[in-house]
């Protein structure tokens, strides 16, 4: 029994009053408030929100029959339970009682198991209409769908917790609803509007849709882009989705289907975009356009929609060519400015299929959406920590580090220490031979979890870089509270540094910042002669570029001199 449940006993007799409030005490229920007659009991209502009224029937001034009906006469107390009271056993009083809206009848002398039971079910009741009433809230009475606020408070919701992650919505317009609702009636729109929302929650099936009623006449649908089959499959939307929608719909002699009035629009974008309420009103606009031109369907951007669908088409493979170990790893050496010695690796990954090379551009970002970047992480990893235990093998005067570059997801997992350690204990490798990168994004997200991470690695020999410094968050913080072993400064910086004079003057107090914190540079992207030059004379200290070196796979990076 709920508790915390208020109840007004009224009746004018003290002793009645005093009997029930006590035994109401002995049920736990401690909020009980007393009215000595009618008026007293709504006078009582409007100051307090009752969760049952316990109402004696025959009372001077006003009489509960009284007040009974004005109670059932206004909205905000009609689901008060109330049980009437009487020492009358006439079955008319019950009836009368009964009509006027009471929930149940008590007699006099009070029976306390009958009492309890009344009670216990009159508290459940009103309970359940809370539940009810919280529940409609915020879901629409007819399709039970998601109302607006809800709707879009979800997909934002899902869309900050996936913020590399493609998101499609759906929306439907019904336009027969609004011509049902003139012509048959308000209750016939209601009846095609439910079945339309039971036919689509029947063809998207599953956990992976969120569903909302947007309008009257608009259904919405939210998804990640990569479960989402109909985009994956290319079905027919007008003949295996809004062909469904028009089964007819019986009522009682009428029949109703309109799918020459329902048109669809679908939007597909990232969080770093759209949020949910612009990914709403996109979809809502294409929808528009689709009506406007005489369409069942339109995309808000067919070709953002042609290009999402052909990276999930790329998806499944990239699993496969992981689980076959079709990836290959290429190194790029890297090199002393003033003399092109070799002094460290970075390892790249590519991914060679029979058409070609399928572009880091276009599988990478496809790995952070889809989760699978963890998994190329540890592909990486294993296969670079392997490769330098092999050189170290071969060649036991071998003495250069290999850079690897880490996801930020993966350097906000707090297993990512643990899996470098086993790494480099497998290959018998102290932690000096590995350098791990990072990019600004990572220290933006679980900074507890990187400070983690990157303190354990670091205190095992492992060296940190930052990766393409100045392209991100780009807070100078992050080098006084991170104290990284390299600063990797992005080739933004380099492209046509020869004429441009800012960046000439930008250069060379970036490079200062990391030589005052003790942190070896690493120029990226320097393909020129003059480029090479005015690195030195900025006193850079390593350089990394097609100018020297491009990246090989190992059998051509086993040619070099240095493992002769």
Same mark, same amino acid.
């Given at each position: ?28 229920? #401690? ?58 056993? &006439? ?33 459940? %009741? ?13 879901? &629409? ?8 606020? !809800? ?36 209750? &016939? ?245 590995? %350098? ?11 900074? %507890? ?26 807070? !100078? ?72 070196? #491009? ?5 051509? =990076?086993?040619?070099?001199? =240095?493992?002769?």
């Amino acid at each position: 029994m709920n508790e915390d449940a208020s109840i007004l006993v009224v009746d004018d007799n003290e002793d009645n009053r005093y009997t029930l409030k006590r035994r109401l005490k002995r049920m736990g229920l #401690k909020k009980v408030v007393e009215a000595e007659n009618g008026q007293e009991a709504l006078n009582q209502v409007e100051l307090h929100d009752f969760d049952m009224i316990l109402l004696d029937i025959m009372m001077p001034i006003m009489d509960g029959y009284e007040v009974l009906k004005r109670l059932r006469s206004e909205k905000r107390f009609l689901n008060i339970p109330i049980i009437m009271i009487s020492a009358l056993s &006439d079955v008319e009083d019950v009836v009368k009682a009964i009509d006027l809206g009471a929930d149940d009848y008590l007699l006099k002398p009070f029976n306390p198991v009958l009492l309890r039971a009344k009670v216990e079910a009159s508290l459940v %009741k009103k309970r359940l209409f809370e539940i009810e009433k919280n529940f409609y809230r915020d879901y &629409d009475e007819c399709t039970q769908l998601a109302k607006p606020d !809800l709707f879009v408070g979800s997909l934002d919701g899902e869309m900050r917790n996936n913020p590399d992650t493609t998101f499609a919505v759906y929306y439907f317009k019904f336009t027969t609803y609004h011509q049902l609702s003139q012509s048959t009636g308000h209750e &016939d729109a209601e009846k095609y509007i439910k079945h339309c929302s039971v036919i689509l929650k029947k063809t998207f099936a599953g956990e992976n849709y969120y569903f909302g009623r947007l309008a009257d006449d608009a259904i919405a649908i939210f998804s990640i882009a990569k479960e989402c089959h109909f985009l994956i499959d290319q079905i027919n939307f007008e003949q295996q989705v809004l062909k469904l929608l028009d089964e007819p719909v019986s009522n009682n002699d009428k029949t109703l289907r309109g799918t020459s009035q329902i048109h669809l629009g679908i939007c597909l974008t990232t969080p770093k975009l759209h949020n949910g309420e612009q990914l709403i009103a996109n979809s809502a606009f294409a929808c528009e356009t689709a009506i406007n031109n005489n369409k069942k369907v339109a995309y808000y951007d067919q070709d953002t929609h042609e290009k999402t669908l052909a990276k999930f088409k790329l998806e499944p493979k990239l699993k496969q060519a992981l689980f076959d170990k079709k990836l290959v790893m290429y190194y790029q050496p890297i090199v002393l400015g003033t003399t092109g010695e070799i002094k460290t690796f970075e390892a790249l990954i590519r991914w060679p299929t029979e058409t070609g090379m399928i572009s880091p551009g276009e599988f990478i970002p496809l790995a952070e959406e889809t989760g699978l970047i963890l998994d190329l992480d540890d592909y990486v990893m294993t296969s670079v920590c392997a490769q330098i235990g092999l050189w170290r093998k071969q060649h036991p005067n071998f003495k250069f580090s290999v850079g690897i570059n880490i996801s930020a997801r993966h350097w906000a997992d707090s297993q990512l220490s643990e899996k470098v350690l086993k790494l480099l204990a497998l290959n018998d490798l102290p932690g000096h031979f590995l %350098k791990l990168e990072m990019t600004e994004s990572a220290l933006v997200g679980d900074i %507890k979890s990187v400070r983690s991470n990157f303190e354990v690695l670091q205190n095992n020999g492992v060296q940190i870089a930052l990766d393409d410094f100045g392209t991100g968050y780009a807070s !100078l913080s992050y080098l006084l509270d991170f104290p990284f072993n390299v600063l990797k400064i992005d080739r933004v910086f380099i492209v046509d540094i020869e004429t441009d004079e800012q960046k000439q003057k930008l250069l060379p107090a970036i490079l200062q910042i990391s030589k005052s914190l003790n942190m070896e540079s690493i120029i990226e992207g320097v393909e020129t002669k003059e480029q090479v030059d005015i690195v030195n004379q900025c006193k850079g200290d390593l350089i990394q570029g097609f100018y020297f070196y #491009k990246p090989s796979p190992v059998d051509v =990076i086993n040619q070099l001199s =240095i493992f002769k």
